[in-house]
């Protein structure tokens, strides 16, 4: 499974909550932490992820990873368009202005590269 087979099965949201019951199974199995001579519980060995779904795990995280950079930059153009300064985009992502504006700059690129693919 990759993200890219994934990515048009999930919306940012479905993912993201698909991502999310992995992952907590994940932190409830918790073997990888037990002793060498400690015995795992009925609930560690129920929750313990399988190998198709430890690799779902990993491609949702990158899946969710490319709808928030993809929702994060059409919040910037909303922005733009409402009126704020680079500056005050740039203090809104944790960034500088400049940081920002290149940021936004290649993404633009790239979605003009990818329609002309």
Same mark, same amino acid.
């Given at each position: ?5 994934? @990515?048009? !099965?999930?919306?940012?949201?479905? &993912?993201? &909550?698909?991502? %999310? ?5 994940? &932190? ?13 519980? @009925?609930?560690?060995? @129920?929750?313990?992820?399988? +190998? %198709? ?11 969710? &990873? +490319? ?20 500056? =005050? ?8 202005? !400049? ?11 790239? =979605?003009?590269?990818?329609? %002309?693919?």
């Amino acid at each position: 499974m990759t993200p890219d087979e994934l @990515e048009g !099965q999930h919306t940012l949201v479905s &993912a993201v &909550a698909r991502y %999310d019951r992995l992952r907590l199974r994940d &932190a409830l199995s918790s073997t990888a932490w037990l002793e060498p001579d400690e015995v795992a519980t @009925e609930v560690q060995l @129920e929750t313990t992820l399988g +190998r %198709d779904e430890a690799l779902e795990l990993l491609a949702l995280g990158e899946v969710v &990873a +490319r709808k928030a950079a993809y929702g994060r930059q059409l919040a910037v153009r909303s922005a733009r368009a409402a009126g704020a300064s680079w500056t =005050q985009i740039g203090a809104a992502l944790g960034t500088t202005k !400049q940081s920002a504006w290149e940021a936004h700059n290649r993404w633009i690129d790239d =979605q003009a590269g990818a329609v %002309d693919k």
